[in-house]
């Protein structure tokens, strides 16, 4: 039945990616700070959570390679185990529980994800509206904002983070109620015969492809992990701090049609390498600058770069291999997740070591400079 309209597909897959991204994924982040004052979790214990979460992605995206990934029930099963491991949270204190069900939400969030892409992309372009994916990749930083939003108001009635678990799980479960029938709905065409691309390993240009797009994962996932309990230490007014999260994903989701039109006009390589610019300066920018103001401008510049350096490196990666990019784009996922994994425990070690959050952005920071310096040193126009 492919009667559903390309908008109503879109805004599915938005609500989709919301819930995927900004509640499986990180409504961590802004719980975190929540869950300090409620059981005195600790930064390196908090660090361990995410970094789960992380691991649990990689695993589910490797997954997907094995895995019928654009059946309905891989779509419907994501869905409802994001709910699920979402609201299970709200009911227990255990750190082994919660690490387990930090690693589940990461792989349910990892399949969820690849099949509404899947799913989505496939339906837009056979209705001539391929554009309306950007609407769709909208959603990551809307349900980031959201999940924000919700923190925010549950910190202002002193609800506490259990609560907020269940409540982020159930707007899960509601948004799983209205987007299943619509993207379920959606025929797709039959799965295109595999292709098999130049035999041979990965050559030193798609290397560095593979070598950036983890510095990536690692830059950006330490402000996306910590971002609102660095401003919580700057501010402990929860009516101000609480703003950094929602700050990060409206940056996010007006960044996706800025990135577009600039890609158009200068290429995605150059925004890709102006993306690791913006990005390193908000990850400096607590370092350099005392205070709330600091905390937010990273907000700014690490969530309006964090979804474009996606954007743009994957087409970077289709633009070099000349119709061969899967395993260029398999490696380049991998080293990204790599890095959203080992960013957190660093960050904390070096936290616990007496470095503060200081030590983690400093590194973070420096590596993202030193991708833009080899990117930009990198001639365009190498294959694969």
């Not at 510095?215 to 996932?221: A, D, H, L, P, V």
Request: include cysteine; glycine fraction near 12%.
């Amino acid at each position: 039945m492919n009667s559903v309209s390309a908008l109503r597909i879109a805004l599915a897959g938005m609500a989709a990616l919301a819930v995927a991204m900004g509640i499986g994924r990180f409504a961590f982040t802004p719980i975190l700070p929540m869950m300090q004052v409620d059981f005195g979790l600790s930064i390196i214990h908090g660090s361990w959570l995410a970094s789960g979460n992380y691991l649990g992605y990689l695993l589910g995206a490797l997954a997907a390679t094995a895995w019928p990934i654009r059946s309905k029930s891989v779509l419907a099963v994501s869905l409802l185990a994001v709910a699920a491991t979402t609201v299970a949270m709200g009911f227990t204190e255990n750190f082994t529980a919660w690490a387990l069900l930090r690693f589940a939400a990461g792989v349910a969030s990892a399949l969820m994800f690849i099949a509404v892409s899947t799913r989505c992309m496939a339906a837009l372009a056979e209705r001539g509206r391929p554009r309306l994916t950007g609407l769709v990749y909208a959603g990551v930083g809307s349900g980031v904002a959201a999940a924000g939003l919700l923190c925010l108001l549950l910190m202002q009635y002193d609800v506490g983070s259990a609560w907020a678990w269940r409540i982020a799980g159930l707007v899960a479960l509601s948004a799983a109620v209205i987007v299943l029938p619509v993207l379920g709905a959606i025929v797709l065409p039959p799965a295109p015969a595999p292709t098999r691309g130049p035999r041979g390993g990965i050559s030193r240009h798609a290397g560095l492809l593979v070598l950036c797009y983890g510095i990536s994962g690692f830059g950006y996932i330490i402000p996306a992990t910590f971002l609102p309990v660095m401003a919580k230490a700057v501010v402990p007014d929860a009516a101000l701090f609480g703003w950094s999260w929602p700050v990060f994903g409206a940056a996010a989701v007006a960044s996706t049609f800025i990135a577009a039109a600039r890609a158009a006009a200068i290429g995605h390589r150059s925004v890709w390498i102006a993306s690791h610019v913006l990005m390193a300066a908000g990850v400096l920018l607590p370092v350099l600058l005392p205070g709330l103001a600091a905390v937010i401008g990273s907000a700014l510049l690490v969530g309006g770069t964090f979804v474009v350096t996606t954007m743009t490196s994957l087409q970077v990666a289709q633009e070099v291999s000349h119709g061969h990019a899967a395993r260029l784009v398999a490696a380049m996922t991998a080293a990204f997740a790599l890095g959203q994994i080992i960013g957190p425990v660093v960050a904390g070690l070096l936290f616990d070591a007496g470095y503060g959050f200081s030590g983690g952005l400093i590194l973070a920071g420096l590596l993202l400079m030193l991708s833009a310096v080899l990117l930009w040193r990198a001639a365009p126009g190498r294959t694969i």
